[in-house]
Nanobody, 115 residues
Framework: QVQLVESGGGLVQAGGSLRLSCAASRSIFSINAMGWYRQAPGKQRELVARITSHGNTNYIDSVRGRFTISRDGAKNTVYLQMNSLKPEDTAVYYC?????????WGQGTQVTVSS
């Protein structure tokens, strides 16, 4: 099992920055991939950024160049640095852990970007 605890959401003005953190209950290198998803009201949950156990990363087009996913193995923590935030980035952001058998989710953290 993997427990995930997110933090770092909040309210920010457009153009501002936030950093989300996701602390895992076990080594993140034992997990196939860690990702950040988001879900805005009335929309489907979408993958924002993902990092594999080998360190490969991918992003959706709308955040590439503005968001950066990274990790700290010593802390079993994955981060999402979000810069140049836009109102359309407003959503609940969820941390996800992909294992061989099941995906685990955090409780979500709200990010609100005001115009």
């Amino acid at each position: 099992q993997v427990q995930l605890v997110e933090s770092g959401g909040g309210l920010v003005q457009a153009g501002g920055s936030l950093r989300l953190s996701c602390a895992a209950s076990r080594s993140i290198f034992s997990i196939n991939a860690m990702g950040w998803y988001r879900q805005a009201p009335g929309k489907q949950r979408e993958l924002v950024a993902r990092i594999t156990s080998h360190g490969n990363t991918n992003y959706i087009d709308s955040v590439r160049g503005r968001f950066t996913i990274s990790r700290d193995g010593a802390k079993n923590t994955v981060y999402l640095q979000m810069n140049s935030l836009k109102p359309e980035d407003t959503a609940v952001y969820y941390c996800n852990a992909e294992t061989a058998t099941i995906n685990y989710w955090g409780q979500g953290t709200q990010v609100t970007v005001s115009s």
